[in-house]
């Protein structure tokens, strides 16, 4: 008994050499619309869906392939029972099924595209009969991958027939497929009914793996990394050089890109334990990167270096004669990967955009028993809509020192205190338990520098704030405001003479 194949793809990426092999090893070839169009122009034996199942496409294609003489086909057992059934409703047996659905995804991603446009590319009869084949796998091969194509082949000419083991790895995948499809859609459909900045009444979640990882937090934890949206994410980069990525390394390199990303003029940023320790802006990225080292060059030890500019030969040469875990950029001259590849463990990560772009989302935390979410805490408020609460007022140079430390303390982890001046951090408070803590330890690090600096708090602070930055010589502070402590607060940077924003939002962080 010859062996058939149902093929009806979207994506038509090497389905013509699949085909060709398929029927090189015997197989009858059964296809629909777009796939046996091309099948047919590439001299390829097949048959039209009618001619298996005697009934003709109808409502403008919606019905091909939902017919007894197709699902009966895939679902089949090779048991008598069964048999007998086949031969008295002349029904041929399947045996592998190569299917990949209409691109719902692209579509939905179209701009100003229509419900109607989207309704209309929701494949039905695809993800019924990859879910049939994927079902029926102690038979029937199922293929919704195009990479699987030449493997599937190579297996059949050496054993004749694919093993279980296979079978059920590509149904699971099948399975998998279809499950993220419909997830797609049930996403669309529903943000098309939730309010803006609503949430679903389920939370799904779907992502592939992309590597397993050195380990996690601690060497005694497995860890994996699973991407959701590579596309000009740093999840979508590029390792150039080094060694494997560990959990920890994926935390900082996120806590630095984000960073990074926030300044629009050249910089550069370390990070170390997700929080930055040196923040700086630049005519060059060299420059931005010898500046924000100089911040706490200590600290740097064994960091992550980000930069929202190409690496070039000169940074380069400077990232040479420190220790780094992972450089992070838009991309790595030829030059520069020539003298960084003479540091074999460093590595080099490519995320292959240089603009920030935002990409508003969800950030999304486990709990015991279930998720926390909440969206992403993008942009912050310019400084030409702060508030100014004291009697000493701001210059434009204040504001223009004020908003770099406002954007940098956003990314420092709560209770967050930055100290900077001329686009440069100077000292960092994180994690305290207390905000005079975090005051303590940033005004120490900077030290003398913190004379006429500026001082970021990302949530309110108190009047033991005021009084340490007076002592250290600032000039200046910004914060959201909102305590009822506030009238005092201002009070005191009055009688201190320091000048003192509200910018009415908070970028608290745990």
Not at 374 to 394: I, K, L
């Amino acid at each position: 008994m010859g062996r058939r194949a149902v093929i009806s793809v979207s994506d038509k990426k090497g389905i013509v050499e699949f085909a060709r092999g398929l029927v090189e090893l015997g197989f009858d070839l059964v296809s629909t619309g777009g796939t046996y169009k091309t099948l047919v122009e590439a001299e390829v034996p097949v048959k039209y869906i009618s001619e298996v199942t005697g009934f003709p496409e109808i409502l403008d294609g919606r019905v091909k392939t939902l017919h007894p003489k197709i699902h009966g086909g895939i679902l089949a057992r090779r048991s008598m029972e069964h048999l007998a059934q086949m031969e008295k409703n002349g029904i041929e047996y399947i045996d592998l099924v190569a299917v990949n659905l209409y691109p719902f995804r692209e579509t939905i991603s179209k701009p100003g595209v229509s419900l109607e446009e989207a309704v209309e590319n929701i494949d039905i009869g695809g993800p019924s009969m990859v879910r049939s084949a994927a079902k029926n796998h102690e038979r029937v091969t199922v293929v919704v991958n195009p990479q699987h194509y030449g493997e599937i082949l190579d297996v059949l000419r050496e054993k004749g027939q694919i093993p279980a083991g296979v079978r059920q790895r590509l149904a699971a995948e099948a399975f998998a497929h279809t499950a993220e499809y419909d997830r797609l859609i049930a996403d669309y459909l529903e943000s098309r009914l939730e309010e803006k900045g609503g949430f679903p009444s389920v939370l799904r979640l779907t992502a592939k793996k992309v590597q397993d990882l050195r380990y996690g937090e601690n060497p005694q934890q497995k860890a994996a990394f699973y991407s959701s949206d590579g596309l000009g994410t740093l999840a979508g980069g590029k390792q150039l050089q080094g060694k494997e990525l560990s959990y920890n390394n994926w935390m900082d390199m996120d806590a630095a890109w984000k960073t990074v990303l926030e300044f629009e003029e050249t910089a550069a940023v370390i990070v170390k334990h997700t929080n930055p320790c040196g923040i700086a802006l630049g005519g060059t990225s060299l420059e931005a990167y010898e500046r924000a080292l100089a911040s706490d060059p200590v600290s740097a030890f064994g960091g992550i270096a980000a930069f929202n500019r190409v690496v070039d030969e000169q940074v380069a040469e400077a990232l040479k004669e420190r220790f780094y875990e992972v450089i992070v950029a838009p991309e790595f001259s030829p030059e520069a990967r020539d003298i960084l590849k003479e540091k074999v463990n460093l590595r080099l990560w490519a995320v292959g955009r240089e603009e920030a772009q935002s990409r508003p989302g969800w950030k999304i935390r486990s709990v015991d028993g279930g998720y926390l979410v909440q969206e992403e805490d993008e942009g912050t408020v310019p400084a030409s809509a702060w508030e100014a609460v004291t009697q000493a007022r701001p210059g434009e140079a204040d504001l223009k020192e004020l908003e770099f430390a406002w954007q940098a303390v956003k990314h420092v982890k709560s209770n967050a205190i930055v100290v900077a001046r001329e686009g440069q951090t100077l000292g960092v408070g994180a994690g305290q338990m207390n905000r005079v803590g975090s005051v303590r330890i940033a005004l120490a690090q900077a030290g003398s520098r913190a004379q006429g600096a500026y001082l970021a708090s990302d949530a309110f602070f108190f009047t033991d704030t005021v009084e340490e930055a007076a002592k250290a010589g600032l000039r200046a502070l910004v914060q959201p405001g909102g305590s009822v402590q506030d009238r005092a607060v201002i009070e005191a940077a009055d009688r201190l003479n320091l000048i003192m924003l509200f910018t009415r939002r908070r970028h608290f962080q745990h």
